[in-house]
């Protein structure tokens, strides 16, 4: 109980995806193979990146945080998801609720941030390949790496900080498989429309402002691409930039929904499933488009693995 013996909770219920025993079954496993092959892949680019020299250029520097950045994100909140379908009480903390609430929306900031890096970087190759080595020096890449992880973490302690110091006295039921911000201000027992504005202003102008950020250094590339007289460079870069612009619309398209149009009306399951999208299926789609469409780091990744293979032979 707080000071005015009111009860406070000391803890949350993730209900997760509640459902038959086989259904559960099915999930979980769907979920752990996804995540499994996310770390799989990820990982390997990040050796594949540390191993080959060759890669140590600041395009390559880009794509391991990026993977690295991707490792985190899905990290801090699969793992207790895959334990819940086994809990019987789907229990965490107030505590932990929390910090995984201030991660996720970090990691996924920062993501938005990597993205606007990597559309830069494209974009000063193709339109601009004869200033490219002078312009993205491995300091000025170092730079923006730092900015993306500083800016990422540094926007949202307030206002979680904030949500945290609202009185929660019951219910404590989630109907989510992770701590986010509208199922945990529905909980509070005092209304705080101002925080919730906030919160939500401040998601929404990171969202639209590197969307269109993405969407401008994507549209110079193409454009800069249909003057390129060759139709096989022509097809190569449509074929990459495309790829690309699949993983950011996926990304993009579902976090609109999510925390740019939060009173859409959606119902909670429709809510799961384009959270599930965002923070699960596209880090395990990010290795495949932004690395095995490339010839150099698919060569450096098959090094890696016959490395590997070699290793546990001998």
């Known amino acids: ?183 945990l201000m529905s909980l509070s027992c005092a209304p705080a429309p101002i925080i919730g504005h906030i919160f939500h202003t401040m998601s929404s102008i990171i969202i639209i402002l590197t969307m269109l950020y993405i969407l401008g250094s994507y549209i110079l590339v193409l454009r800069a691409v249909l003057q390129v007289p060759s139709s096989a460079g022509q097809q190569k870069a449509f074929s990459t930039c495309g790829s690309h612009l699949v993983v950011v619309s996926l990304f993009y398209g579902t976090i609109m929904v999510m925390y740019v149009s939060p009173s859409s009306g959606n119902s909670v399951a429709v809510h799961k499933i384009i959270t599930l999208i965002y923070s699960i299926v596209t880090p395990v789609l990010n290795p495949l488009i932004y690395s095995l469409r490339n010839r150099d780091m698919k060569f450096a990744l098959r090094q890696v693995l016959c490395g590997m293979r070699i290793t546990q032979t001998s």
Not at 29 to 42: A, C, K, Q, R
């Open 1 to 183: 109980m707080n000071k005015s013996g009111v009860p406070t909770v000391t803890q949350f219920v993730l209900l997760g995806f509640p459902g038959p025993w086989k259904m559960q079954i099915i999930l979980f496993s769907m979920i752990l193979f996804i995540y499994i092959l996310t770390l799989t892949g990820n990982m390997t680019i990040i050796c594949a990146v540390k191993w080959d020299s060759r890669l140590h250029t600041p395009m390559y520097m880009l794509l391991a945080n990026f993977s690295f950045l991707e490792i985190w994100y899905v990290t801090c909140t699969v793992p207790n998801m895959l334990v819940n379908f086994f809990s019987k009480t789907k229990t965490i903390s107030f505590s932990f609720c929390f910090i995984q609430f201030y991660f996720f929306f970090s990691l996924g900031t920062t993501e938005c941030f990597f993205l606007c890096v990597m559309a830069y970087d494209r974009y000063l190759a193709i339109c601009h390949p004869l200033h490219y080595s002078s312009i993205m020096t491995g300091q000025l890449c170092a730079i923006l790496v730092s900015l993306c992880w500083l800016i990422g973490f540094l926007g949202y302690p307030i206002p979680i900080f904030l949500i945290s110091q609202l009185p929660f006295c019951g219910p404590n039921i989630i109907d989510h498989f992770l701590c986010d911000v509208d199922p």
